[in-house]
């Protein structure tokens, strides 16, 4: 990348405010952090003495593993903290939390939260650097680079593609990080599912909107589906979930009536027979378990760049040399 391009700064909190420029260069970043997790021995010590905070006050297991991958693979010291396990039980303020782990002079924190702006709050009251794994209905931004590097692995650009999001747009934080990184890219992005999944006014995100799956797989160059995100509906947004299947479900039959082969992405964890049916995702074009895998690189890349790593020097730190 040029000098140009502006450094991320403290915090990753979301892809919203970022640049072409900067989108990339974590990309970019990424591609030589993939080889670590080849290794025999998966460890370089770029960030030995580095002390980072899991922070994670919803439950995960993708976004929190995949951190705990890239922070050891970088040699740093992690501590995991989870909201039943810390004093915010007894009453104690997100803040006051934070303080006092700044207080053991930590570095990083890795936050994931279910209120929106949960992370740029944050970031904004301790000097520690602050990246997003995921806030209420607001940003996933990691989700959106690997799915970006993803994408890019498999079709050799972004610019010009055609990305259709399917499913529970009005509750996913993965769909707005999408959005934004691909339309920032040179992406046109559409989105599909029910109305009453899809958030007021998307047409104003620069979406293409499409009420059926049939006209969506028409379109698109590649699907990212969203799973129906139970947990966080308690009015009736879908009739039951095997007419969601029925009307808006990714399925063989569907994608073998597409006037091209398309690409296959899906966050996790997937509901089966629900978004998506087995046999697409575990089939030819399904890139799921190539997501899961980028995302370690790209978790790799962020935490090295906020802790003040040089973009032209990440070949250099692969190999094990200090920058």
Sequence with gaps: ???TV???????VGLEKLTAGQILQ??????????ISERRIKKVPVLRG?????????ASTRTRVSFEFAEK???ADTVNIS??????VKGETLVDTARNLEAMRID???????????ADFLAERIPSNVVNAGDGWHEHPTQGLLDLLTIRDHMGRLDGLKVCIVGDILHSRVARSNIYGLRTLGAEVAVCGPRTLLPPMVEELGCQVFAHIQEAIEWADVLNVL?????????GYVPSLREYNHIWGVTSERLEAAPRDLLILHPGPMNRGVEIDSDVADGPHSVILNQVTNGVAVRMAVLYLLAGGQPEKAEAAKQGAES
């Excluded at 580095?50 to 919803?58: D, R, S």
């Excluded at 799973?227 to 009015?235: I, S």
């Design 1 to 3: 990348m040029t000098d």
């Design 6 to 12: 502006p450094p991320l700064g403290k915090d990753l």
């Design 26 to 35: 974590i990309l970019d970043t990424a591609e030589p952090f993939k080889e």
């Design 50 to 58: 580095k002390t980072i905070v899991n922070l994670f006050f919803e």
């Design 73 to 75: 693979r970088l040699s």
């Design 83 to 88: 909201s039943s396990g810390s004093s915010v």
């Design 108 to 118: 990083m924190v890795v936050m994931r939260h279910g209120a929106s702006g949960a």
């Design 227 to 235: 799973r129906l995100q139970l947990e966080r509906m308690e009015g």
